[in-house]
């Protein structure tokens, strides 16, 4: 059984400003190690699936870096998307390209900026995803044990009881999905024991990822088949004004939530979807004071700060819990507890006008 890996290249990181940018995203920069994280989750991959079968999808800007950035994936297989809208249009678009070379292949959606400690129990779920996707008209996703009460992740519930077995792998029936919750909630979550972290990555045959759609997503479906159709005739002008018309949603409130036959499994993998600033305190070494820090740095009297500072001597004195990230034009300061509103930053900045500081 091939696997084809859709790798999902899309996003704009803002939340890692200012050192992620519009041009230069976060799956574009080396934050979790000396590579950058997109090219940490193809040579993830590679023990299992080949080049031949590893796409990716992103816009043309984006797609420019991929080039240069992974030179060994051949060029058919980098699909630009004509504009930026969500998850789902972009998986609509992709797995249409897949579905059109061969209907049976089995799809692994993957996002390009996530870290995995475990690669090979990584892997040994995603060849059993595979074969329960293979196996039946079943979507399939992972499920990550929550470490504790989040409110930036979605959560999944599921039926405990009877799960199906696939290459020696438990995969349960999702009940629902469930959107960020308050704090409160996701205490009573972690309380119930059947709510699992949605990690984003999820696991299809392209003709049952259609048939899905038509099933249970009609409008998205609409546009399935006049993707299907541009694609048939290489009628780019014609791909372009779909993505003009097609909604911005996600492929969760799109699909997911609503689609009956989908199948957890468990993302015991040690997963991070890197997606705040303070999340790096937990991979980057920490000194005996718990801060984390990417710069030549004297320390005072400071515990548990991060910093991202690599071309100035940086000192810290009396500070605690600190996030400080200094770029060429742009300097970030912010308390850990508060670095979900980085996205307003970006987005205060964007009404501003200032472009270039983003």
């Known amino acids: ?85 969500n998850t789902a249009p972009s998986l609509i678009l992709a797995t249409a390209k897949i579905y059109l070379q061969n209907p049976e292949s089995v799809v692994a959606a993957l996002p390009a900026d996530h870290l995995i400690r475990d690669t090979s129990l990584f892997l040994k779920k995603l060849e059993a995803g595979a074969a329960a996707a293979s196996q039946g008209e079943y979507l399939i996703t992972f499920g990550i044990p929550p470490a504790h009460p989040s409110t930036g992740y979605g959560y999944i519930q599921f039926l405990t ?52 759609l038509k099933h249970y997503a009609p409008t998205m479906y609409m546009y399935w088949e006049k993707i299907l159709d541009a694609l048939n005739k290489n009628d780019i002008k014609k791909l372009e004004k779909i993505f003009d018309e097609i909604p911005s949603i996600s492929v969760d409130y799109a699909l997911m939530e609503k689609a009956k036959g989908v199948l ?39 515990k548990n700060c991060l910093v991202h500072n690599p071309s100035k001597l940086t000192a810290l004195v009396g500070v605690k819990d600190l996030i400080v990230v200094d770029t060429e034009d742009a300097l970030l300061i912010c308390h850990k507890d508060q670095d979900q509103k980085v996205k307003e930053v970006f987005e205060k900045i964007k009404k501003k006008g200032k472009i270039d500081y983003l």
């Open 1 to 85: 059984m091939d696997i084809i890996a859709l790798i999902m290249a899309g996003g704009t990181g803002t939340r890692f400003w200012p050192l992620s940018r519009i041009k230069k995203p976060k799956q574009f920069l080396p934050i979790i190690s000396n590579r950058t994280m997109i090219e940490e989750t193809v040579s993830r991959l590679l023990p299992l699936i080949a080049t031949c079968n590893i796409f990716t999808i992103a816009n043309s800007e984006h797609t420019k870096l991929i080039k240069e950035l992974l030179p060994e994936l051949p060029k058919e297989n980098l699909l630009v998307e004509p504009k930026g809208k």
């Open 161 to 212: 009881e009877n799960p199906l077995r696939f290459s020696g792998e438990k995969f349960y029936s999702v009940e629902r999905f469930k959107e960020k919750p308050d704090y409160e909630h996701a205490k009573s979550f972690l309380q119930a024991g059947n709510y699992f972290w949605n990690s984003g990555m999820f696991i299809w045959k392209a003709e049952v990822f259609a048939k899905k």
């Open 264 to 302: 957890m499994c468990e993302g015991n993998f040690g997963w991070s979807d890197v997606g705040v600033w303070s999340s790096l305190s937990e991979i980057w070494q920490k000194d005996n004071q718990g801060n984390a820090i990417r710069t030549e740095a004297i320390t005072i009297d400071s």
